[in-house]
Nanobody
Framework: QVQLVESGGGLVQAGGSLRLSCTASGSIFSVNTMGWYRQAPGKQRELVATITSGGSTNYADAVKGRFTISRDNAKNTVYLQMNSLKPEDTAAYYC???????????????WGQGTQVTVSS
């Protein structure tokens, strides 16, 4: 089994910072791209940032220059440093990872349970 567990969400004032973490655990053979997505109530889930196993990153335009995604391959962990937070960033943030759980399986997308980020004005 593979599990993704996020942490680091919370309530912060506009202009503040939060650092999200997501760790993949369980039966893991390899992890490819990892990323963060967010979903506000009544809205579709949207991509925030992704990072490949080699460290290549991409960001949604709305967070460029404010958020930084990174990963620790040895820990199967991906981070999202969020600075200069805005009320528009308020959402449930979900970790995603393409995980090969066993040597004989293909990489499959897994999702964390979500962590709430609320930015007050």
């Amino acid at each position: 089994q593979v599990q993704l567990v996020e942490s680091g969400g919370g309530l912060v004032q506009a202009g503040g910072s939060l650092r999200l973490s997501c760790t993949a655990s369980g039966s893991i053979f390899s992890v490819n791209t990892m990323g963060w997505y967010r979903q506000a109530p009544g809205k579709q889930r949207e991509l925030v940032a992704t990072i490949t196993s080699g460290g290549s990153t991409n960001y949604a335009d709305a967070v460029k220059g404010r958020f930084t995604i990174s990963r620790d391959n040895a820990k199967n962990t991906v981070y999202l440093q969020m600075n200069s937070l805005k009320p528009e960033d308020t959402a449930a943030y979900y970790c995603n990872a393409e995980v090969r759980g066993d040597w004989y399986r293909v990489h499959t997308p897994y999702w964390g349970q979500g962590t709430q980020v609320t930015v007050s004005s």
